[in-house]
């Protein structure tokens, strides 16, 4: 017997359960692995209240930790009994003693990465190599605006674009947070509390604008997040963190410049053939010492 944490129905908090369960066999394309640190995030509240639907209940929660293969399926040859690895992207179920997970969602843990760095980095740091890589390629002396520069994503943007040489603008709502996102590298800082962000954006970028900006906050930045891309530049809304954006006209991207919005997602980025070249230098960053994992919460 093994223990989790599951729900059977949305809400709060109160919903979860600490649970005995038998773990499954691995299927033929399934790793089963044994936990030894597990990173909690915000979108697993997404899950727990229903914005996200579990895909049946009773459910288990959580997308993202590392630990030690147990058993393999008959068609995994990737791994073997003992390999130390990591994943960030599901399925459910991370909460738990042991999972049962893809072999195709798994990425391998070089030494120099501990349990505890990436079960705290993977779902964040995979996020930010394909938002600073590839659904934009950004080019050093690029300026950009980065919503919630000092929460777990935003931290690791302000390391990873220190570390390639672009300037990055971050908006917090503190001045607490906002030194700690200029220790982490962030060039510039906006406390949307006190200051108007676009003008701010304007001021900092010589009229200019961004070529990019990055929102993970959804609905309340939307507008603002429009006025601060430079014309015929990309909005990438790529989170929901005060709910989801709705209800858009389609003719405001050409009144604010001809601008491009993309809604990104990891899984369209990790896939079998992609996974492990993402996650590989997200551990080179952190073995490099440019990137540290977060201290966001982690469990053993």
């Not at 996200?52 to 009994?81: C, I, M, N, R």
């Not at 960030?88 to 003693?97: E, R, T, V």
């Not at 001021?203 to 930045?221: A, F, I, N, R, S």
């Not at 490099?288 to 201290?295: A, K, L, V």
Request: proline fraction near 5%.
């Amino acid at each position: 017997m093994a223990k989790r944490i599951q729900f059977r129905t949305i809400g709060g908090p109160e919903v979860l359960e600490y649970v005995d369960f038998e773990p499954a066999e691995p299927g033929p394309q399934q790793v089963r692995l044994r936990n030894k640190a597990i990173g909690l995030n915000f979108i697993d509240t997404y899950f727990r209240n229903g914005l996200y639907p579990a895909p049946s209940f009773p459910s288990g929660l959580g997308t993202e930790g590392a630990g030690v293969v147990e058993a393999v399926g008959s068609d995994v040859s990737q791994f073997k009994v003992g390999d130390r690895v990591a994943y960030g992207s599901g399925p459910l179920g991370a909460y738990a003693d042991v999972h049962l997970i893809p072999a195709a969602n798994l990425v391998k843990l070089p030494d120099s990465i501990s349990f505890e760095q990436a079960a705290s980095v993977m779902l964040k740091g995979l996020t930010v190599q394909y938002l600073l890589n590839q659904t934009y390629a950004l080019k050093s002396g690029e300026t950009v605006l980065f919503h919630a520069a000092a929460g777990g994503v935003g931290s690791l943007a302000c390391q990873w674009a220190k570390a390639i040489g672009v300037k990055l603008i971050g908006t917090v709502s503190s001045a607490e947070k906002a030194a700690h996102a200029k220790a982490l590298g962030a060039w510039e800082t906006i406390n949307y509390s006190t200051e108007d962000v676009a003008k701010r954006v304007l001021e900092l970028t010589g009229g200019k604008k961004c070529p990019v900006v990055y929102d993970g906050v959804g609905q309340d930045t939307w507008l603002t997040s429009l006025d601060c891309v430079a014309p015929r530049g990309l909005l990438v809304s790529f989170g929901n963190s005060s709910g989801p954006v709705a209800g858009v006209n389609l003719g405001i991207l050409a009144q604010k410049g001809s601008l491009y919005v993309t809604r990104p997602t990891l899984a369209t980025y990790a896939n079998a053939e992609t996974l492990q070249g993402m996650a590989n230098e997200l551990f080179a960053m952190l073995a490099s010492g440019r990137s540290r994992s977060m201290t966001s919460r982690v469990t053993h």
